[in-house]
């Protein structure tokens, strides 16, 4: 157990919704990581905040926004979503504000899109 | 095309057989991380090289980070069907900010 949390566990939703993942970091971690796994794109980093403040964008498209909350928990929302978007999202945390490799990884959500 | 390339992308081996991965770039690192993932969850650490020509050791694997640190490799010794999962590298370049991760290697380890 990694000490980051995620839910919901699954999503099922159709096209054209919208969903909202929930992530709670390691206690005392003050930055949060968004992760996208497919298939055939691997892992890949979408956005990080660091105590409140976004630090860095990755490849993350307009349609998908996050934001880290007052008490560090952190909220990745998909809108307009396609059949592409389904994939694993994955959270991590750490305990450093510059780019770190050691991140804590939480147990992912599967999002599937139909 | 991926910062970091992963060979070999699968790997099979019988238990007690020993194997190797690669991570290598173009690209200089100050550190290089591996990861563990098993099928449905996250990510786990296994460690962090930071200095270049640098081996650490967990048990029976053994991590090194090329001179240049460039690369890094994971070797295995008298793998057990324990060790199955998707091995991750990732690092951030000297002149970025943003952790890349390699497309994984795939190991089986048969009984």
């Known amino acids: 157990d990694s000490g980051v949390t995620q839910t919901p566990k699954h999503l099922i939703t159709a096209t054209g919704q919208r969903v909202t993942l929930r992530c709670s970091p390691r206690?005392?971690?003050?930055?949060v990581y968004w992760y996208q796994q497919s298939l055939d794109q691997g892992l890949q980093f979408l956005i990080h905040?660091?105590?409140?403040?976004?630090?860095a964008k990755g490849n993350i498209l307009e349609r998908f926004s996050a934001q880290q909350f007052p008490d560090l928990h952190s909220e990745l929302n998909l809108s307009s979503l396609e059949l592409g978007d389904s994939a694993l999202y994955f959270c991590?945390?750490?305990?450093?504000?510059?780019?770190?490799?050691?991140?804590?990884f939480g147990p992912g959500t599967r999002l599937t899109v139909t | 095309t991926q910062l970091l390339e992963q060979s070999p992308q699968f790997l099979s081996i019988q238990e007690g057989e020993n194997l190797t991965v690669y991570c290598n770039s173009s690209?200089?690192?100050?550190?290089l991380q591996w990861y563990r993932q098993e099928p449905g969850e996250g990510p786990v650490l296994l460690v962090t090289?930071?200095?270049?020509?640098e081996v650490k050791k967990l048990k029976r694997l053994t991590f090194q980070f090329g001179d240049a640190r460039k690369d890094s490799s994971l070797h295995i010794t008298a793998a057990q069907p324990g060790d199955t999962g998707l091995y991750l590298c990732?690092?951030?370049?000297?002149?970025?900010?943003?952790?890349?991760f390699g497309a994984g290697t795939t190991v089986t380890v048969r009984a």
């Open positions: 090289v930071v200095t270049g020509g």
């Open positions: 690209s200089v690192f100050s550190s």
């Open positions: 990732a690092g951030s370049p000297s002149n970025d900010y943003k952790l890349s």
């Open positions: 905040y660091y105590n409140g403040e976004e630090r």
């Open positions: 206690s005392g971690d003050l930055s």
């Open positions: 991590a945390s750490s305990a450093t504000s510059g780019r770190s490799g050691e991140q804590y």
